[in-house]
């Protein structure tokens, strides 16, 4: 488990930084300072994306009335009439940080990669908003989409949920019997925010995410006792929400959570469910930010695509 060099060479600026007093650790920050540090990371690490992708800013309605925010990226121009399948996307950030723009960019690159529209959404952040109200946010936004899908001309019937970290957390849950996603695009989730795994210990600092961040982030999110065993959080603890859906599962071997991703992975395939595993060598949590910085970036958004044009048939 040797990091990618482009990596390791990031990593040594950022943590040359930290030693010299210039840059904070994001759980020694506020969360609102942390947010903007978080956002403004994708300028270091991102290409910036693709400007030919059309956007729109939507917004959805959650179960108390609140407006969430989302972007719908077209790689090609609407056509009249037609529906088309698409991915809704929900972003990491530990419940407390990310954004539409903080990953605007790797939206983008979706979009044109898979050749289909990408709806991005926005919940609600600790510690203002507190569990279970991402969690809540994202089935209320799936179900928003549900049923703003032939109006937004999107395909109700073909829709593939992804997520990155916790986004992918909330990837793992959404979902109905009157509407399931064709496919889980679940990038290195966070899978049990009560384990205290190898790759925890191994990964703590040095690696962009740290073991103390992510206990803050927890802290922040869920600081009420039990909450973290709660499957809406910690999804390995509880049953797959339809084992007849299949799961790409995108993991970075140096990333703190690449342990309980292994076991998720394992834990989807007792119950039953097809499972597409992928491991990048030499990654890092959040890689698929990187571009700028890894190639494996760009690989991984390929790979991603043609998983879901397979078992959507498209291409």
Not at 41 to 65: K, P, Y
Request: some cysteine; aromatic content about 6%; overall charge negative.
């Amino acid at each position: 488990m040797n990091l990618n060099p482009d990596i390791a060479a990031y990593l040594q600026l950022v943590n040359a930084a930290r030693a010299n007093g210039k840059v904070a650790a994001m759980h020694e920050m506020s969360p609102e300072q942390a947010r903007e540090a978080f956002d403004q990371s994708s300028l270091m690490m991102s290409l910036g994306g693709d400007d030919s992708v059309e956007v729109e800013s939507l917004t959805l309605i959650a179960r108390d009335g609140a407006a969430l925010a989302a972007r719908l990226y077209r790689p090609t121009p609407r056509q009249a009439g037609m529906c088309s399948a698409a991915l809704v996307y929900f972003h990491g950030g530990g419940y407390v940080v990310g954004s539409l723009d903080s990953h605007d960019a790797l939206c983008r690159d979706l979009a044109l990669d898979c050749g289909l529209p990408v709806l991005s959404v926005a919940y609600r952040l600790a510690p203002q908003w507190r569990f279970p109200t991402a969690s809540h946010d994202a089935e209320d936004a799936w179900a928003a989409v549900l049923a703003r899908a032939e109006a937004l001309g999107l395909d109700r019937q073909r829709l593939v949920v992804a997520g990155d970290s916790v986004g992918a957390s909330l990837a793992a849950q959404v979902g109905t019997p009157g509407g399931w996603p064709r496919l889980r695009v679940l990038i290195y989730p966070v899978t049990d925010a009560t384990s205290q795994t190898a790759s925890l210990q191994r990964f703590a600092t040095g690696h962009l995410l740290e073991t103390a961040t992510l206990e803050w982030f927890y802290q922040q999110y869920a600081p009420v006792s039990g909450e973290r065993g709660d499957p809406r959080l910690s999804p390995l603890l509880g049953a797959v929400a339809n084992p007849q859906v299949p799961v790409c599962l995108v993991l970075a071997d140096c990333d703190p959570l690449y342990d309980q991703g292994l076991a998720y992975a394992a834990h989807l395939r007792e119950s039953g469910v097809v499972v597409q595993l992928q491991v990048y060598e030499g990654m890092v949590h959040d890689f698929m930010r990187m571009d700028a910085i890894a190639d494996e970036a760009a690989e991984a958004r390929a790979a991603i695509a043609e998983a879901v044009c397979e078992v959507l048939g498209e291409g």
